[in-house]
Nanobody, 123 residues
Framework: VQLQASGGGLVQAGGSLRLSCVVS????????LGWFRQTPGKERKFVAS????????RYADSLEGRFTISRDNAKNTVYLEINNLIPEDTAVYYC?????????????????WGQGTLVTVSS
């Protein structure tokens, strides 16, 4: 299984971005997916998770409202839309897949990880 994240970049505060993560060489539609982020010197943290059907999502408490996770099972792709970006959103964003259908914020329950995409928000 391989995950390829993209869509990061430099954006001004208040702007929006949509990150994408394409999954290949594996079953996509029966697996839950998640997004995490990491800033230099800090541990990687949970952002959002979506179940296999896309009908259930979960967000980090502090992020709900500006972040939206979605998936397109026909395209083997999971998305993370971020609105009203703030400088504190600057991080490397990672997508991950777990061999299970349910949402979870726990990193140890994810089996495969993408390489990350950098989001930089300028003030």
């Amino acid at each position: 299984v391989q995950l390829q994240a993209s869509g990061g970049g430099l954006v001004q505060a208040g702007g929006s971005l949509r990150l994408s993560c394409v999954v290949s060489r594996g079953t996509f539609s029966t697996n839950a997916l998640g997004w995490f982020r990491q800033t230099p010197g800090k541990e990687r943290k949970f952002v959002a998770s979506i179940n296999s059907s896309g009908g259930l999502t979960r967000y980090a408490d502090s992020l709900e409202g500006r972040f939206t996770i979605s998936r397109d099972n026909a395209k083997n792709t999971v998305y993370l839309e971020i609105n009203n970006l703030i400088p504190e959103d600057t991080a490397v964003y990672y997508c991950a897949l777990r061999r299970g259908s349910g949402v979870t914020p726990f990193q140890t329950l994810y089996d495969y990880w993408g390489q990350g995409t950098l989001v930089t928000v300028s003030s």
